[in-house]
């Protein structure tokens, strides 16, 4: 059998994307240069590793044993170039950082600029996810860091506290609501609602909870950022779910006003989550050390 960690890397990549077309793009290689990978892999070991149709791909159970060693392999290659790393110019490495609305939108731009200045020479893969998808995708090898809400299931991971992080409403200056001091979800889910695109991290979790609760909220706009839905909603086109750290920071530029809710789910914490610190490549350890010297309590 003669794999390379071309391959391996590729394979964990088609996986994680769903597809060889996309696969093969976070591989940077053609279409036609990752099929004849994989075909070649299966061609060895006279086993599919994929199932293919319209949707795209699924691993086969014998894919599921490839990618359970793949990502062993690939993570003690990790772990021995960042220590090799001490005795060169410097440390080396790629980090995956998964975290959800909040976390990239009010704490991590800073905090990973002041990291990259600092190593020049790491580079980080950072996406926004549901903080339900984080921890599964940190457990399972797919991501090195996560920063999440307390709410996620954390079994079988590291957690470390980070920041302190409830949800509150915002509404309008002159808004009817205003007088308010604290609200629930149900008591305002009448009313319009604005919220951030499909997709985004913090518009799956309000709208799981409104679920929950029997709630269907109604969005007039959907926006890109949460500076915009603030702006949005003091303007007086509907009321908005945002973290209070946001509400805080525009509550004077965007005239709004923000009412505590009362929804045990709004109350969290966001936390950072690991698989295990002691077998983290090096430079993981420096980043997730970086993060956590921000961190606060409430």
């Known amino acids: 059998m003669r794999f390379d960690l071309i391959d391996l890397r590729l394979f964990l990549d088609v996986h994680e994307a769903g597809t060889i077309t996309g696969g093969a793009k976070r591989s940077h290689m053609t279409l036609a240069s990752a099929s004849e990978r994989i075909k070649g892999m299966e061609d060895i070991l006279g086993v599919d590793l994929l199932v293919r149709d319209w949707r795209g791909v699924q691993v086969t159970p014998a894919g599921r044993t490839l990618l359970h060693h793949a990502r062993g392999v690939l993570q003690q290659i990790d772990r021995m170039r960042g220590e090799l790393d001490h005795y060169g110019k410097g440390l080396k490495g790629h980090v995956r950082l998964l975290c959800n609305t909040s976390a990239l939108s009010e704490y991590l731009p800073e905090i990973l600029s002041a990291f990259l200045a600092q190593y020049p020479q790491i580079s980080v893969d950072l996406e926004e996810r549901p903080s339900y998808e984080i921890a599964d995708a940190v457990r399972a090898g797919m991501a090195d860091i996560g920063l999440v809400a307390n709410s996620a299931d954390l079994q079988g991971l590291e957690v470390y506290a980070f920041r302190p992080d409830p949800l509150v409403l915002i509404v309008a200056n002159s808004h009817e609501l205003a007088t308010r001091a604290s609200i629930s979800l149900s008591e305002v889910a009448g009313y ?107």
């Open 192 to 298: 319009d609602f604005i919220g951030l695109l499909e997709g985004s991290a913090l518009q799956e979790h309000v709208t799981h909870h409104a679920r929950r609760a029997g709630k269907q909220l109604s969005y007039r706009i959907r926006l890109r950022n949460i500076d915009a839905v603030c702006r949005m909603v003091g303007q007086g086109i509907g009321i908005a779910v945002v973290p209070k750290a946001a509400a805080r920071r525009y509550a004077r530029s965007a005239r709004i006003k923000r009412l505590s809710l009362t929804d045990t789910w709004a109350s969290r914490d966001l936390v950072l989550c690991v698989r295990a610190a002691e077998e983290l490549p090096v430079y993981v350890k420096k980043m997730m050390e970086h993060i956590l010297s921000s961190a606060t309590s409430r």
